[in-house]
């Protein structure tokens, strides 16, 4: 592992230690827990629900601000801004939805709601992580023997996904993930893309869902499994509701989930079957996620695709062609997958996320941190 990982992870200590410092002895509790809390520590979500943690809406401003300076170390400038915008989504989509929406609280749309938790005590050579998470945002870090080692799963989205600005412009958050996968898709040949478009219709969510860990086998699930507990009583029944419109609307049959289920064998079209160029676009679109992370760690990732990893992943689209079309994307290879989806909302409220199948949340590095402290 580079200095560079050390360099991040001492920034993110610093920022960590900050904030745990910022805080009073009723804060503590919901910010700070101790390493591992694996079951906690291994839960995430995407949905405007409990993340784990103390709220922004129950720190002071100086509080928040240190918040924000943690999740900046844990992601590139770019990511960062694209990460606050997000959050400042929430009061597009409360507007969006005329200011209807609750999830039984005060308010449904809360750009208050993102959640800071830091897993046991910055710095030094013990393991720690932390985490920033509410709606449409999934941020985790894990940090042993003073260095940054895992950083999976890293999850952005956008709902809307596209908004108009003055001008005659636009705000797409997520809109260079879509367009590289567009991009290489357009490239193919009729017989290419036949290839690598396994599904007429997307997948109503991602396939590999907010899971601790990828599953072989795995379908998307639905509304109601992705929150902290399930709603009951009214608001259940709208969950409900709400996922038989959005299946209906797809025209979602069990041939195109069959078509999109998570196999440890990749799907689509393989990199060997890809022109130089096409390679190319390929390596575009793992480092457009990889460049969510802090420039060194990013850079260290996109050196791993060399042109012979590139050649040993794999493309695969369900869905429209089109642009503001319901329509997904999967890349997947070794210790990769990468999952955009934009089917909710008529195609324009995207989720995307890259994991490591074998390694999100840095369990495997845990599980070789243990045997070598053991032997130590």
């Given at each position: ?52 943690g ?18 900046a170390?844990g992601?590139?400038?770019p ?32 750009p ?10 910055p ?122 419109r ?47 992370l ?15 990893a ?67």
């Open positions: 592992m580079s200095p560079d990982a050390e360099n991040v992870a001492a920034r993110m200590a610093e920022a960590a230690s900050n904030f745990l410092d910022s805080l009073n002895p009723e804060q503590r509790p919901p910010a700070h827990w101790p390493f591992p809390s694996t079951e906690e520590r291994l839960r995430w979500y995407y949905t405007p629900t409990d993340h784990g103390l709220p922004l809406s129950s720190m002071r401003a100086s509080q928040q601000q240190l918040a924000f300076k943690l999740l170390a992601l590139s400038r990511a960062y801004v694209t990460a606050c915008m997000i959050v400042g989504l929430d009061n597009v989509l409360d507007e969006l939805e005329g200011w209807t929406m609750r999830w039984e609280r005060d308010r449904g749309r809360d208050g709601l993102y959640y800071v938790r830091v897993f046991g005590n710095g030094g050579r013990q393991a720690w992580s932390w985490r920033f998470g509410g709606h449409h945002i999934s941020v985790h870090h894990l940090v042993v023997d003073g260095k940054v080692r895992a950083s999976t799963p890293l999850f952005m989205g956008a709902d809307p996904a596209s908004s108009p600005l003055l001008g005659g412009n636009e705000l797409r958050p997520l809109g260079s993930t879509e367009d590289v996968g567009r991009e290489l898709l357009a490239s193919l040949d009729k017989a290419a893309r036949a290839r690598a478009i396994v599904s007429p219709v997307p997948p109503y969510d991602l396939v590999s869902a907010n899971r601790s860990k990828v599953e072989n086998g795995a379908l998307p699930l639905k509304l109601p499994e992705i929150w902290r507990g399930r709603f009951e009583g009214a608001t259940g029944e709208l969950v409900d509701t709400l996922q038989q959005l299946e209906d609307g797809l025209q979602t049959k069990t041939e195109h989930l069959e078509a999109v289920r998570f196999t440890d064998a990749p799907k689509g079209i393989n990199g060997h079957d890809l022109s130089s160029a096409q390679r190319q676009m390929l390596k575009r679109i793992i480092a457009a996620y990889f460049n969510r802090p420039d060194e760690l990013a850079q260290a990732e996109i050196a791993k695709y060399t042109e012979e590139v050649n040993n992943l794999s493309f695969a689209w369900a869905g429209g062609v089109e642009r503001g079309v319901p329509h997904y994307y999967r890349v997947q290879g070794p210790r990769l997958l990468i999952e955009y989806d934009n089917a909710q909302r008529a195609g324009n409220h995207a989720h995307s996320v890259w994991r490591d199948p074998d390694g999100d949340f840095g369990m495997d590095i845990l599980g070789e941190h243990h045997v070598q402290r053991a032997r130590d």
